[in-house]
């Protein structure tokens, strides 16, 4: 599955930002997703998660309650809706993909990644 990913810009602190990733070529509806982030110099972090079937979510203790992530299989397009965005969300942003994910917050249990969309807060 090839993975897209767009939505990225710069932004004020506790302004909001929708990230979107679209999927071809592979049966969206059976892969697990997850939005992960790199900020320069350190290393790929966990952001979010959803199941196949959308029934289960998880998310990094730091933008619990701020982010949510959801999918349309209809679309093939995991989103991650971001909110009450803090200068330490700033990063490149990365959509994942994989089937059967069973630890969900680390990057080596992905196969599929897309190219990254850089988000800038701004304090």
């Known amino acids: 599955v090839q993975l897209q990913a767009c939505g990225g810009g710069l932004m004020q602190a506790g302004g909001s930002l929708r990230l979107s990733c679209a999927a071809s070529?592979?049966?969206?509806?059976?892969?697990?997703l997850g939005w992960f982030r790199q900020a320069p110099g350190k290393e790929r972090e966990f952001v979010a998660a959803?199941?196949?079937?959308?029934?289960?979510?998880y998310y990094a203790d730091s933008v619990k309650g701020r982010f949510t992530i959801s999918r349309d299989n209809a679309k093939n397009t995991v989103y991650l809706q971001m909110h009450s965005l803090k200068p330490e969300d700033t990063a490149v942003y990365y959509c994942a993909a994989d089937r059967g994910v069973i630890r969900w917050t680390l990057p080596r249990a992905y196969d599929y990644w897309g190219q990254g969309t850089q988000v800038t807060i701004s304090s």
């Open positions: 959803i199941s196949w079937s959308g029934g289960r979510s």
């Open positions: 070529g592979g049966t969206f509806s059976s892969y697990s």
